[in-house]
């Protein structure tokens, strides 16, 4: 496969390539999908059906308005797994 970059996409693999210590374009290129795949988390198919189940019933509880406003989930979340 052959890709074309710009000359500003080459300065900034050439400069990955240098921080990261690879030592040929492809190594970046894998390090990258890598951190991708990181990013994106597993897919819902791939999880438990626990997981699969909770996420479910949270989706329909939001669906039926029963969520909470995040500031005060979040303060839940801050007093009690924050030490005071």
């Known amino acids: ?3 074309n970059l710009s000359p500003e996409t080459q300065r ?3 400069e990955q390539m ?6 040929t374009p492809e190594g970046i ?3 990258a999908l ?8 597993p897919c819902f198919e791939d999880l438990d ?3 699969q189940s909770a996420i479910e019933e949270g989706l329909a509880e939001a669906e039926r308005g ?16 924050t030490k005071k």
Request: no cysteine; hydrophobic share 30%.
């Open 49 to 51: 059906a626990d997981t």
């Open 66 to 81: 029963e969520g909470r406003p995040w500031e005060q989930v979040k303060e839940e979340l801050r007093s009690r797994f």
């Open 34 to 41: 890598e951190k991708l795949d990181q990013e994106e988390g």
């Open 1 to 3: 496969m052959t890709i």
């Open 12 to 14: 900034l693999l050439e």
């Open 29 to 31: 290129v894998r390090v």
């Open 18 to 23: 240098r921080k990261h210590g690879q030592v």
